[in-house]
């Protein structure tokens, strides 16, 4: 299956037109593709068997990057925390030994506000006098991190969020259910993010119990009280799983919204509910106690329904 990405447009009319620059720097949130960009952009320039102007991802030199394993394209990621001083001297190294004996080089720096200081000035030095066939393509979620004098010298390209539709279809597409994915396109707009939770187990158990809650709040059920001393304050001891409660809460809302369209009593109760959550997250983000957050926003659902 070829790689599809909208960004793709710019780089296939870019080498048609002989017009790629030598250093570009992808800025974007996790999961918007840019690796996947920089690996089809290594590949289109290094396919021996191009299908309509894109790589085959079938031949030698396909599969070599894919594996990581082609002589002229190198990727660095951070070692440990951070891309180290030597690590930028090593690529330089590279370049200097195969750069003009070899053919084009390509460098793909992951993380690239992950460099330290010194690493970052070294790239500097290296970007300052670019010499022979060499791309070199940093890749950041946080533009701000990266050294001002080194943005000036790369073509910035912003990764934009994904669509919740694309999303959603490409979460089918990896076997994930309907309502999974649904929940999934609501708490993220990252690919790998979404995965990434799909597979934790403490979202998955949350995810049930919330469910639960639910349940309890929509039928005026004062279990709902109960409920949250008996299971949610031991489930999630961690601000971050709380508000993640929370939002997940607002989803199973949302949803019950949509489906009671035609009944205004219900659509009125559903749309108080999402104010009075959305009241209870910004008191949580205030660090009131989850359970004196949770046990309020209960009693307040319970006198509206």
Not at 110 to 138: H, R, T
Not at 255 to 265: G, K, V
Request: proline fraction near 3%.
């Amino acid at each position: 299956m070829q790689f599809a990405h909208p960004l793709l447009l710019l780089f296939e009319k870019s080498i048609e037109h002989g017009r790629l620059a030598h250093a570009y720097l992808f800025e974007g949130a996790k999961g918007t593709g840019k690796h996947q960009v920089s690996l089809w952009l290594a590949k289109r320039l290094f396919c021996t068997d191009l299908n309509e102007g894109k790589p085959c991802n079938q031949c030698i030199n396909c599969q070599r990057i894919t594996q990581n394993e082609h002589p002229n394209v190198h990727v660095i990621q951070p070692d440990g925390q951070t891309i180290r001083v030597d690590q930028i001297r090593q690529l330089q190294a590279e370049f200097a030994k195969r750069g003009f004996e070899s053919g084009r080089q390509i460098f793909i720096l992951s993380q690239a506000d992950k460099m330290n200081i010194q690493a970052a000035n070294s790239l500097l030095k290296f970007l300052e006098e670019p010499s022979g066939e060499v791309l070199m393509i940093l890749e950041t979620q946080t533009l701000g991190a990266i050294l001002p004098t080194i943005q000036s010298r790369c073509q910035i390209v912003h990764f934009p969020p994904i669509s919740t539709q694309e999303l959603y279809a490409k979460l089918l597409q990896a076997n994930i259910y309907p309502q999974m994915a649904k929940l999934l396109t609501f708490m993220t707009n990252s690919y790998d993010k979404a995965v990434e939770i799909s597979q934790n187990e403490w979202f998955n158990d949350a995810k049930e119990e919330i469910n639960k809650w639910f349940g309890y709040l929509k039928n005026d059920d004062f279990m709902a009280f109960v409920f949250v001393q008996r299971r949610l304050v031991a489930l999630a001891k961690e601000k971050s799983q709380q508000l993640q409660l929370l939002d997940m809460l607002t989803f199973y809302y949302r949803e019950y919204l949509q489906e009671q369209f035609n009944h205004p009593q219900q659509v009125q109760a559903a749309n108080e509910a999402l104010q009075a959550i959305l009241q209870a997250q910004r008191k949580l983000q205030a660090n009131v106690a989850f359970q004196a957050v949770a046990e309020q926003l209960v009693l307040h659902l319970l006198k509206k329904q």
